[in-house]
């Protein structure tokens, strides 16, 4: 399976907090992509990052990639109660006959307690 | 609003119904897909077009599931005789392949509940 599992399943931080969450992943990837999701919603794009690319930032999200290590870690700096959801990474296949889907994992759900 | 659509975004059925849902991309975009998502878990591919072609189905998607994009622009998945292991949010997202990125655009969902 090519699926990214993230880590931990469950994350519990007070407000003004940092969250980091994990991913990691089995095979090689053209680049990987953490959405978010709210309770019962569709899912948000949050960030892309290429293989070519090691770190990057929008405003308090900041993503790192290592593809030595086949893993990727979200980190929302000063969390906000209004963070609170499920964040999933989701890998690309690059090989032709997977082109365009995503895996997913299973997420982590993320709650910041006001 | 110019993002994703998908109707209806809750149905409820019985086992044994069809159900059929639509899902109404970004105007732009060329490149459609469904994916199933039962809860703790995340999304599931099912299928995905490229503009009106179907370029990959997942084993996931049994014969009892169809899916067209007609003119290449909205699409609609159909199941049919459901049964209660279809209950799950049906999920849709579009985006536009031949950007250096490309990056799915999700729509809200469709809730299936099968009693």
């Known amino acids: 399976s090519q699926q990214g599992e993230e880590d931990p399943q469950a994350l519990s931080i007070q407000e003004g907090e940092n969250a980091t969450m994990n991913c990691s992943y089995k095979?090689?990837?053209?680049?990987l992509q953490w959405y978010r999701q709210n309770s019962g919603r569709g899912l948000v794009h949050l960030i892309l990052i290429r293989s070519n690319e090691r770190e990057k930032h929008s405003g308090r999200l900041r993503v790192t990639l290592d593809t030595s290590k086949k893993s990727s870690s979200l980190l929302i700096t000063a969390s906000r109660a209004a963070d609170t959801a499920s964040y999933f990474c989701?890998?690309?296949?690059?090989?032709?006959?997977?082109?365009?889907?995503?895996?997913f994992g299973r997420g982590t759900q993320l709650t910041v307690w006001p | 609003d110019t993002g994703v659509s998908q109707n209806p975004r809750h149905k409820i059925t019985k086992r044994g119904q069809n159900v059929t849902f639509r899902c109404d991309p970004i105007s732009e975009h060329n490149r459609l897909y469904w994916y199933r998502q039962t809860l703790g878990q995340g999304p599931e591919f099912l299928t995905y077009f490229q503009n009106e072609a179907q370029l990959e189905k997942s084993r996931l998607l049994s014969d009892r599931f169809s899916a067209e994009r007609p003119k290449g622009s909205f699409s609609t998945l159909e199941i049919q005789r459901t049964e209660q292991g279809d209950s799950a949010m049906y999920l849709c997202a579009s985006s536009f392949q031949g950007r250096a990125t490309d990056t799915q655009y999700f729509g809200p969902g469709t809730r299936l509940t099968v009693l």
């Open positions: 095979t090689s990837i053209n680049n």
């Open positions: 989701a890998t690309d296949g690059n090989r032709g006959s997977t082109l365009g889907r995503l895996y």
